[in-house]
């Protein structure tokens, strides 16, 4: 560790920040796994939350330089928007249905209950005693629960508009970028999609068989955010955006698929992506360091070294 005024080198502070690093990767690992292994939604949602409170630790793990902590901010603050969504749908499953077990949650008598409360307008309705008229409240509230379960996956996977925070992320350490923002927590949302796909296929009331209007939507932010990372990821200079805006597009491809029912497909992918995005990362890590040596050898040689390259 080297301090940013005085450019002395404390050894002392640095193995602490290097044991730090390893606790809060481990902590990581904690919540990923626990998150994947849970068997209801509360427990899930608390997972999930240890693995945003690690992410947003280690974007921020170099907080002595202003654009790392600012990077760390923007993470959580963005996270936390689409984790109010995935909040909401729980409670309504839980109002709904009364558990968020994950093996009640997929009988097909609590989907059909899911299923029979029907619109929006005619639930509230209902619940107050006189009619209500509201914008879109001909939408079902199986599709207003699926939206809301999206919208904790739209955080969490960096899907437009919440696709912000991941190339910013690219501030922590280059395994953390590998690890964890390529390969594992990000891929939380679209295993949160397939994990609970049964209510998301239950949405549509008249034909329960068909993919419902809400899993349209997933489907359309989906496409729209592999264009959009795309386009933009070609006109990025700094090798870790490029591959941040790569794996938001990728991320995309895998929400795109799980939209139109192809959850197969959107599965593999994630798991084939975890391998190769990691290791781009990790090459990318490599070409920093190779840089870097060659421009200190570069300067310390009168640019000889430098010339060569």
């Not at 690690?54 to 654009?67: A, T």
């Amino acid at each position: 560790y080297t301090d940013p005024t005085t450019g002395e080198v404390d050894r002392a502070l640095g193995r602490a920040r290097y044991a730090r690093f390893f606790a809060y990767v481990s902590l990581f690992a904690t919540g990923m796994f626990g998150f994947v292994l849970a068997s209801n939604l509360v427990q899930a949602l608390l997972f999930w939350e240890i693995m945003g409170l690690c992410s947003f630790l280690l974007i921020g793990f170099w907080n002595f330089k202003p654009s790392a902590a600012e990077a760390a901010k923007k993470a959580f603050m963005t996270t936390r928007i689409g984790d109010m969504g995935l909040f909401v749908g729980i409670m309504m499953l839980f109002a709904f249905l009364g558990t968020t077990d994950y093996t009640a949650l997929m009988r097909p008598e609590s989907l059909a209950r899911l299923q029979g409360i029907g619109p929006i307008d005619g639930w509230l309705s209902g619940m107050l005693g006189y009619e209500v008229y509201r914008p879109l409240g001909g939408v079902s509230v199986a599709a207003l629960v699926a939206l809301c379960l999206f919208g904790g996956s739209i955080g969490k996977s960096a899907q437009f508009p919440l696709h912000v925070w991941l190339p910013d992320a690219m501030e922590g350490p280059t395994p953390v970028s590998a690890m964890i923002h390529a390969a594992t927590m990000v891929s939380a949302g679209v295993f949160l999609i397939a994990r609970l796909y049964p209510v998301f296929a239950s949405a549509n009331v008249d034909h329960p068989d068909q993919i419902s209007g809400a899993m349209y939507a997933v489907a359309a932010i989906g496409a729209l955010t592999v264009l959009l990372a795309a386009t933009i990821g070609m006109a990025q200079y700094d090798i870790k955006r490029v591959l941040a805006f790569s794996t938001i597009s990728q991320l995309g491809y895998m929400v795109m698929a799980l939209g139109i029912g192809a959850y197969v497909a959107a599965v593999f992918h994630l798991l084939t992506h975890a391998f190769f995005k990691a290791l781009l990362f990790l090459g990318s890590g490599s070409v920093i360091h190779g840089v870097e040596h060659g421009m200190h050898e570069g300067h310390g040689h009168g640019g000889g070294h430098a010339a060569d390259a």
